[in-house]
């Protein structure tokens, strides 16, 4: 199985950013959709964003979509979540994921990585 790694958790004042890094190995990330997942202690994973193969960007919720940008860089097989004007209910893992598409992202994905940690306090 290919494997997918996230960076660029921490801590963060509420206001701050931080921007996540997920590298894909073999390639992955020319062939299949890219995004970005998170869970809350307690609460179910909810879906945050997705780049296809070809570079369209969805907003999966409308909670982040002004707050959070998604995008890739082919050469280095790698993805990104900028992540802005962070508040504590953003306080979650965060989760990196792959599909054969942004439609199939989640329930469909075919890989996942280990998560990382992003905690937003004061």
């Not at 290919?2 to 960076?7: F, K, P, Q, Y």
């Not at 959709?33 to 296809?52: D, N, T």
Request: with cysteine.
């Amino acid at each position: 199985q290919l494997a997918l790694v996230e960076s660029g958790g921490g801590l963060v004042q509420p206001g701050g950013s931080l921007r996540l890094s997920c590298v894909a190995s073999g390639f992955i990330s020319d062939v299949y959709a890219m995004g970005w997942y998170r869970q809350a202690p307690g609460k179910e994973r909810e879906g945050l964003s997705c780049i296809s193969s070809s570079g369209y960007t969805t907003n999966v919720v409308d909670s982040v979509k002004d707050r959070f940008t998604i995008s890739k860089d082919k050469a280095k097989n790698t993805v990104y979540l900028q992540m802005n004007s962070l508040k504590p209910e953003d306080t979650a893992v965060y989760y990196c994921t792959a599909a054969p598409s942004c439609h199939r992202l989640g329930v469909g994905s075919d890989y996942w990585g280990q998560g990382t940690q992003v905690t937003v306090s004061s």
